[in-house]
């Protein structure tokens, strides 16, 4: 069972960036893909990126792609999600997890997330 700490929001200006970050404990990390999620205000929660055990895989929302990049290190035990061009529509609750990329569905249990602001 890999255990996930978010961190890395705040509040950021459209057309910010931030680097999300979340670290992995567990000695079966590097065995598993991870994936970003993000749920806004009233809204389900949503897949945002996946990257597969290796790194040499990635995925992407349309919604984000061409601005977000997904990378891990496996020797930290980390997966990032770099954000650029951030929209106020990006504004939610940031989540990692373990990932089937098959239907992009979360396989385990959900951390606290790290909050992402975008307003002027």
């Known amino acids: 069972q890999v255990q996930l700490v978010e961190s890395g929001g705040g509040l950021v200006q459209p057309g910010g960036s931030l680097r999300l970050s979340c670290a992995a404990s567990?000695?079966?990390?590097?065995?598993?893909?991870m994936g970003w999620f993000r749920q806004a205000p009233g809204k389900e929660r949503e897949f945002v990126a996946g990257?597969?055990?290796?790194?040499?895989?990635?995925d992407y929302a349309n919604s984000v792609k061409g601005r977000f990049t997904i990378s891990r290190d496996n020797a930290k035990n980390t997966v990032y999600l770099q954000m650029n061009s951030l929209k106020p529509e990006d504004t939610a609750v940031y989540y990692c997890?373990?990932?089937?990329?098959?239907?992009?569905?979360?396989?385990?249990?959900w951390g606290q997330g790290t909050q992402v602001t975008v307003s002027s």
């Open positions: 997890n373990t990932l089937m990329f098959v239907g992009r569905t979360p396989l385990g249990s």
């Open positions: 990257i597969s055990r290796s790194g040499d895989i990635t």
């Open positions: 567990g000695r079966s990390f590097s065995s598993v893909n």
